[in-house]
């Protein structure tokens, strides 16, 4: 039973890998996560997923702050924050969330606030859609390490 | 081992200075695990991409220390000198920018700094260079590129002890930047280099004087007193003070007064001056190399022997250094490995996209041609256009004299171009004519280049004909372009067929000679009237001899160098005979002269051996432009110019 849910642990995760890999969300950065993670950090791309969460909800939250100020002129700053966050979203293969990264720093290069606006709902939009899915994803993870740590009691 | 290499290192610190320092720490090359154990210190706000990396340095046995602050990053740095081999940090962050730190622990540490950012832009790039950053990762990093980052311990080592310079290889690929960078502003016509992109390379300069200097004051003797960071401002006052004084008079003495700048010291300007100096022989060896190339355009041999100094790798280098604009570099390289290869074609093709250039359209010149050997020609242009700023009116011109052609030379062959470049040249011929009364004293040069053709040599001392010309540089280009072009034709006609015999009838000297040349090279026994030729069995040799003769011709041989001047004297009395020789032969030319025979003289010519494959395919797409232009411009030329240059 237990091995049987293993397998379809797996099989589920890897579906949905798929997925987000076929829809961009990510890339082979991530990948590359997975590699890392070994023997002596068994939980580094949790470790690090979560990490990089909390930032990113930070930098949101900064860059919401900056757009919302009524004489927001600080397009040099946004421009640091974006790609601070285009470089975590990229090391941990985030792609859709860099590439829309990618043009709200074109945006804010070319003050245009408008742009900006509609860069940020969507980075929140696939942000959003990243937690979500990454959670999915490393709480089947969290499921499979757990399960292979189990054991049936040993029968005699 | 580590243990090791931190005792050295606080005892050639606490001796003698940074470069010892580096010396001594070379120690972990020899030893056999090398990278295992690299200490890097790894600076990021973003602790994502700090863990990652941590992570990944681990993974390659690095002894990896982070650190989320640039201050904490320096602080440490200072704290334990000696005690990391490489540092990797991020570009921004927000209590000291990267570059900052970069520069501090460059100047502090000697240490190499690898930058990284998820800004991949070239500029962001180009700045983390200009900063002496050694290497620039883009995030997001790959464990491979980590891997590697020993290298960067290893070669600050080994430049480091060798030359306080930032690294050998930057420095030589500097040094080729420059190069390039100065063909640039040489060729001001050279529209293809963006201004920006200058303005910045000039900066860079600079500021690399700054380094050379802040790196030289490190000298273990200077290094209690007070740094002085030449900054581009400071730089700019040194420069005003030595350019009011000349560059020869320039004393550090004169020049301290004049900038006027507290806390510099004569010694200071000693060594800035010194540099500046060094800096500037520096480019004026990059310019004469430059002019080499251009000299191409007189003397082949001569160029070639510049050339030939620049080696393989530099341009590598130059072209690995991404700075050149393509144009340039493509000319460079083209002036080193294309033209030793295709002597013949090249200096053709060069001039037919000189018109192309200038033209602005391809009418007479095949795109193709463009393509292919475009770059050496339009180097050649914008130095042209450079000495002559009525390059404008060469535009004109060489359009009208295409259309000449097909009005004279409606036999030599049926083209498309003819009708274009006819409608246009009407008017323009008379312009033309005018011109070239002008510069009659040029337009011998001109023509006997069209007799030569064949050889790119020829084409050479057209060029130089025009530089000679001086005021009025169009009429020239046109010449020398539709020489050049001529011989193609010439050639292919006698290959293909006996209209060759045709042209030669009309055209007076240029067309006779060429004649003579190719008979000579494919088939000696139809040529058995001209005695001089015949003589000749070798194809090569008589090509040379023909280079010769028509260099000879042109008065302004002088710049000649190499196998074609060493040729001159010994045969003097040949032209003649040749032109002689040959008013009678054209017709009997047998086709079989063909591409191969052509071939054969040029490979011999010792210019390269690549030539053979160009060769066809340049013929071939050469006829159809050729075969039109080279007997118009011949006829350009037309019986008095000629008359008067065999005469002389």
Redesign the interface.
């Known amino acids: 039973m237990l091995g049987f849910g293993a397998d379809r642990l797996r099989a589920d995760m890897n579906r949905l890998l798929a997925l987000l890999f076929h829809q961009g969300v990510l890339d082979e950065q991530f990948l590359q996560l997975q590699q890392l993670q070994d023997e002596t950090s068994p939980n580094f791309v949790s470790e690090v997923v979560t990490i990089y969460f909390r930032e990113s909800e930070k930098l949101l939250t900064n860059l919401r702050e900056l757009l919302s100020d009524r004489d927001f002129s600080d397009y040099k700053k946004m421009g640091i924050h974006l790609n601070h966050f285009m470089g975590s979203s990229s090391s941990i293969g985030a792609k859709r969330v860099k590439n829309v990264c990618v043009a709200f720093r074109a945006a804010s290069e070319q003050n245009n606030r408008l742009g900006c606006f509609r860069a940020l709902e969507l980075l929140e939009h696939e942000y959003c859609y990243l937690k979500n899915k990454l959670h999915e994803f490393l709480q089947m993870e969290q499921q499979r390490i757990m399960g292979a740590g189990a054991r049936y009691p040993i029968q005699n | 081992m580590e243990l090791e290499l931190e005792l050295e290192f606080q005892s050639s610190t606490t001796t003698s200075g940074v470069h010892q320092q580096s010396k001594s720490s070379s120690t972990p090359t020899t030893s056999y695990e090398f990278p295992v154990g690299l200490r890097v210190l790894v600076v990021d ?5 700090l ?2 990396l941590e ?2 340095l ?2 390659c046995a690095y002894h990896v220390t982070t650190c989320c602050q640039a201050t904490v990053a320096l602080n440490l740095l200072r704290e334990r000198k000696g005690c990391f081999d490489v540092v990797i940090s ?3 962050m ?1 209590d000291m920018d990267g570059f900052k730190l970069l520069e501090l622990v460059g100047l502090e540490m000697d240490l190499p700094v690898i930058m990284m ?3 991949g832009r070239t500029s962001a790039v180009m700045r983390g260079i200009k900063h002496g950053a050694c290497d620039y990762l883009i ?5 491979e590129e980590l891997k590697n980052i020993w290298q960067h311990v290893v070669r600050k080592k080994w430049t480091g002890s060798r030359d306080p310079e930032q690294s050998g290889s930057m420095e030589e690929t500097d040094r080729l930047k420059r190069a390039g960078d100065d063909i640039d502003n040489a060729s001001s016509a050279n529209e293809g280099t963006d201004g920006s992109w200058k303005v910045q390379k000039k900066r860079k300069d600079a500021k690399e004087e700054d380094d050379e200097g802040d790196l030289d004051n490190d000298d273990p003797s200077t290094c209690k007193k007070p740094r002085v960071v030449w900054s581009v401002e400071l730089h700019q006052q040194f420069v005003t003070a030595v350019n009011q004084l000349g560059i020869d008079k320039a004393v550090p003495k004169r020049i301290l007064e004049l900038m006027n700048v507290p806390g510099l010291t004569r010694e200071n300007v000693a060594s800035h001056l010194q540099k500046f100096r060094l800096y500037l022989k520096r480019l004026s060896g990059v310019a004469q190399q430059q002019s080499g190339f251009s000299n191409v355009y007189y003397g082949h041999g001569e160029s070639n022997a510049k050339v030939g100094s620049l080696s393989g790798l530099d341009i590598q280098a130059l072209a690995a250094s991404g700075q050149i604009p393509p144009q340039t570099l493509a000319a460079i390289h083209d002036e080193v490995f294309g033209r030793p290869t295709s002597s013949l074609v090249l200096p053709v093709m060069d001039k037919s996209v000189l018109l192309q250039a200038s033209l602005q359209r391809a009418n007479c010149i095949s795109v193709e041609h463009g393509v292919s050997f475009g770059q050496p020609i339009i180097k050649c242009h914008s130095n042209i256009s450079k000495r002559f700023p009525s390059s404008s009116i060469s535009v004109e011109d060489i359009p009208s004299r295409l259309g000449t052609w097909p009005n004279n030379f409606s036999t030599v062959g049926s083209s498309k171009n003819l009708g274009e470049s006819n409608s246009e040249s009407n008017n323009m011929v008379t312009k033309i004519l005018q011109q070239q009364k002008r510069h009659q004293s040029a337009l011998p040069d001109s023509s006997h280049t069209i007799n030569v053709q064949p050889s790119c040599v020829v084409v050479p001392s057209q060029s130089r004909s025009n530089f000679h010309a001086g005021n009025i540089a169009a009429p020239p280009n046109q010449s020398s372009a539709f020489s050049s072009s001529s011989l193609v034709d010439y050639s292919y006609l006698s290959s293909q067929s006996n209209n060759f015999s045709v042209g030669i009838g009309q055209v007076p000297d240029a067309g006779l000679k060429v004649t003579g040349v190719l008979d000579g090279y494919s088939v000696p026994g139809s040529i058995s009237s001209v005695s001089s030729y015949s003589g000749l069995t070798d194809s090569v040799s008589s090509w040379q001899v023909q280079n010769s003769i028509t260099k000879l011709q042109g008065s302004d041989m002088c710049s000649l160098s190499g196998t074609y001047t060493s040729k001159r004297g010994a045969l003097p009395n040949q032209e003649p005979d040749r032109n002689l020789g040959f008013v009678g032969k054209g017709s009997s030319l047998p086709s079989r002269f063909a591409m191969d025979d052509f071939e054969l003289p040029m490979s011999n010519l010792s210019h390269g051996k690549a030539y053979r494959n160009n060769d066809r395919g340049v013929k071939q797409e050469l006829n159809f432009d050729f075969i039109e232009n080279g007997m118009p411009v011949i006829r350009q030329f037309s019986p008095s110019d000629v008359m008067g240059v065999l005469s002389k």
């Open positions: 706000d973003d602790t994502t991409c863990r990652i992570h990944m681990r993974k991020d570009v921004h927000p950012s998820a800004d995030k997001p990093v790959r464990l």
